[in-house]
C-alpha cells in the first residue's frame, strides 16, 4: 500500500493517545481506542489493490436491484418477499487473489468474480448488505458490522422511507466525519414525477446537511430504468482508481473516535503551580515543626548552660551534672518524637492538610472537565500522605543539638577566674580569722581602695562580678536559643518546601502535562 503520511500520522497520533491515556481514560474508551486501531491495521495489512464498495439499505429501498444493474447481471436474489438479502453477496473485479483476503477477513461467503471492463473497473469489489431496517436482529448485526469495515459506503433510500428517523439517527448521524467514503443515492426515482424528484432530493439534501452531512454526494438513480447507473459508476471508478478510499475511510474512523473522545476529555486542567505556600504551613502545622524549633531552642538553653559553666563549680557540680543532663536530654527527645508521632498522618491526612490539597487541585481543574477533578484529588491525597510519612521520617532526623560556640569556653574561663578570686578573697578572710581567733599574728592584709583590704575586695568584688556573669551568660544563652530556633526553623521548612515540590507539586505537574498531553494527541488524530 502507498504511504499516505497524513494517515500516518493521526494513527501515531492515536497510539501516543492510548499509551498516554491508560489509567486516565475509561475502559470502555481505550476499548474504542484499541477497536479502531486494531480495525485500522487489519485493513492496512491487506493492502490497496481492492477498494470495498456495500450498498446498504432499507427493506424496498430496491438496493438489490441496483447492485445487479451495477453488475449488468442478476447476482443478488431480488423478488417481492422482504426482507430478500439475508446475508452478504460480493461481486470482486479483477484477480481472485486480489479481493480474496478483504473478503475472508469482512467474512463474506457468497462471491461472484468477472473480469474487468470499460463499466467495471479491476479491483473494485461491490457487496449488497441485508436490509438495516430487517425484522431480523441478525441482520440489523451484520449491516452494523460492514458500516463499521468497508471502504465506500453507498447508502439506497426510497422515496417513501428517505426521511426514516431510524436511518437517520442510527447510521447517517454516526457517519458525518465519512462524507469523503459516503454516497447517498435517491433510487426509484422512476416512480416520481419530475416535479415531485427535485423536491424530495431537496428535501432529503435539506436533511443530510442538517446530520452534518451537507457535503456528501447525492445522486438519483433508477434500477429499473437505469437512471443514474453510469454515473454512479462513474462515482466508483474514481475511487478505485485514486485508491483514496481504503486511507480516507479509516481516517474517518480515527477521526470520528478522536473527536469524540477530545470533547470527553475537554476543557483540561490548567498548569498545576510551582509553589504551594498554604500547603506547607498546613503541613508544617501537621508534622509540629513549631514543636521540634521549640526543642532546639531548649537544647541550645542546656548545652550553652553546661558549655559556659565556671570550671571550680563546674567540678563540684559535676558528677550531679552527668547524671541529670543525659536524664533530661532523653526526655525531650522522648517528647518531641512523640509530639511528632502524635502529628505525623497515618494513612489519614489532617482536615488542614487535606483541605490545603483540594484547594490547590480544584484551583487547577476549576474550568476543566468534571471528570478529572476525582482522580487528580485522589492523586493529590495519595501524594500528601506519602509526603507527610516522608516529613516525619525527616524530622526523626533532625538534630537539635548545636555546635559549641567559641564565646562558651571565653565565657567560662573568664567566669573561672571570677570564682578564683572569691575563692581567695573568701580564703584569706577566713584565714585571718582563724589566726585572730588564736591570737597569731595576723596575715598581712594590702590596702586595696582606701580602708578595703584585697581579700574583702576581691570577696565582694568577685561575688558582683559572679552575678554579673551569671546575667550576661543567661542573657547571652537567651539569645543563641533563640537564633538556633529560628534557623533551625527555617532549615526544617525549606526541607518541607522542597519535599512538598517533589512529592506533590512535579508529580501533579505531570500527571496535569500528561491530560494536557493526552488531549493534544486526540487533537492531532481528530484533525
Sequence with gaps: MRRDPRLEDRLAALDEAAAVGAGRLTAAELATI?????????????????????????????????????????IAEVGARRPVTSEPT???????????????????????????????????????????????VAHREVVDRFVERVDVLVWVVDPLKYAQRSLHETYLRELAAHADVLLVVLNRSDELAPDDRATVTADLRSLLAAEG???????????????????????????????????????????????????????????????????VRAMAGAVGVAGVAEDAQRAYVQDGRWGTRPLLSGVLLGLLARVIRPLRRWRTERARRRAVALRAPAGELPVAVRHALL????????????????????????????????????LGRVELTPRPRRWWRVLSAVWTLVELAVLVGAGWLAVSGVLAWLQLPPLPTPSAVGPVGWPTALLLGGAVLWLASWALRRRLVARGARRHRRRLEERVREQLRARVTDTVLRPLQAEVGAIRHLAAALDDAGR
Excluded: Y
Aim: proline share 5%; net charge negative; charged share 25%.
Design 90 to 136: 460480493a461481486l470482486a473485479v479483477g484477480a481472485p487473489d486480489d479481493a480474496g483476503a478483504v473478503l475472508d477477513w469482512l467474512q463474506v461467503a457468497r462471491r461472484s468474480q468477472v473480469a474487468p471492463d470499460d463499466r467495471l473497473p479491476a479491483g473494485l469489489v461491490l457487496l449488497d448488505l441485508p436490509d438495516h431496517d430487517s425484522v431480523a
Design 213 to 279: 452531512l451537507g457535503a456528501v454526494r447525492v445522486l438519483v438513480t433508477s434500477a429499473a430504468t437505469g437512471e443514474g447507473i453510469d454515473e454512479l459508476l462513474g462515482e466508483l471508478r474514481r475511487e478505485v482508481a485514486s485508491r483514496h478510499a481504503v486511507a480516507a475511510r479509516i481516517a474517518a474512523d480515527v477521526v470520528t473516535a478522536a473527536r469524540s473522545l477530545a470533547a470527553s476529555v475537554r476543557p483540561v486542567p490548567t498548569e498545576a503551580p510551582s509553589a504551594a505556600p498554604d500547603l
Design 34 to 74: 484499541a477497536e479502531v486501531r486494531g480495525r485500522a491495521g487489519e485493513r492496512l495489512a491487506r493492502g490497496d489493490r481492492v477498494v470495498v464498495v456495500a450498498l446498504g439499505g432499507g427493506t424496498g429501498s430496491g438496493k438489490s436491484s441496483l447492485f445487479n444493474a451495477l453488475a449488468a447481471r442478476a
Design 359 to 394: 484547594e490547590l487541585v480544584d484551583a487547577t481543574v476549576a474550568d476543566a472537565a468534571d471528570r478529572w477533578r476525582p482522580p487528580l484529588r485522589s492523586f493529590a491525597e495519595g501524594s500528601g500522605v506519602t509526603l507527610a510519612t516522608e516529613l516525619a521520617s525527616d
